[in-house]
């Protein structure tokens, strides 16, 4: 299947319409976070949040009005963020319906196919987003899924809001997004694991851990950051720094004769495999 994808850039800030947020976890604090930071006003967020902890700290760190339970409020908001658990969307969709019957629906909630969110709110301006957690830094890589109901200007919108996390790339196949999941939604986790594992070797090699970890966090940063901005593919910047018979050429042998590029790429395969039971599993109810 072949996968057609758009890329945009950061959006420069702008005025937002006022915006609820169903969910007041580390996601939807990043984005909230970055926006007041962008010149955003606190009395421009409504967030429902059922945990005690979790509103105090939300009014705490931004001075918004955060809530127990959807109510009247949520109505004057043109924008409602769904960053709830996947399990529980259903459920939190109910009382939020009456009050956001024209909103436009942004669902961060991983899995959960659009035409659920449709259903259960009862409309057919639900853009689905796949963030990634570097979003908390500003580093993030959103993939989005706009329904036929979501016009040009919401696009805009769903852009302005989510520009402070980082890259987005719009999709035209709301199945690919189970590939978004499967890459960047997961990919952290992924980048971590070989940051792990470098740096236990490093320490095997002599190394104190502090050293090893800032040599392994620093080399994935530069190389990142290399890659991004370079024209070639990474297989030609890799083909530069591996002479035959060298230390990089010693290593990448090993990792072909372990076969380690066919087993990750079958790892990736099994989480997206993974993300599509999931929006089975959560979304029919």
Known sequence: MTIAVTFLPRTAPAPLPPIAFIGGGNMASAIIGGLIKQGTPADAFEVVEPFEEARKKLVQSFG?????????????????????????????????????????????????????????????????????????VGQGMTGLYARAGVDAADRVLVGQLL????????????????????????????????????????VEMGLSPDQAQRLAIGTFTGASALAHSATEPPSVLRERVTSKGGTTYAALTSLEGADVKAKFKTAIRAAQKRAAELGDEFGKA
């Not at 960053?83 to 459920?91: D, G, I, L, M, R």
């Not at 035409?115 to 979003?135: D, F």
């Not at 939604?185 to 236990?200: D, L, Q, R």
């Open 64 to 136: 918004i009005t955060a809530h127990a339970e959807a109510g009247e409020a949520l109505s004057r908001c043109a924008v409602v963020v769904w960053a709830v658990k996947p399990q529980t969307f259903a459920e939190a969709a109910r009382p939020v319906r009456a009050f956001a019957e024209n909103a436009l629906h942004l669902s961060v909630a991983a899995g959960i196919p659009s035409t659920s969110i449709a259903r259960w709110l009862g409309s057919e301006r639900v853009v689905r987003a796949m963030p990634n957690t570097p979003a908390l």
């Open 163 to 202: 520009a402070p996390t980082g890259e987005l790339l719009w999709v035209d196949d709301e199945a690919a997004l189970d590939a978004v999941t499967a890459m960047s939604g997961s990919g952290p986790a992924y980048v971590f694991y070989f940051i792990e594992a470098m740096t236990e070797a490093g």
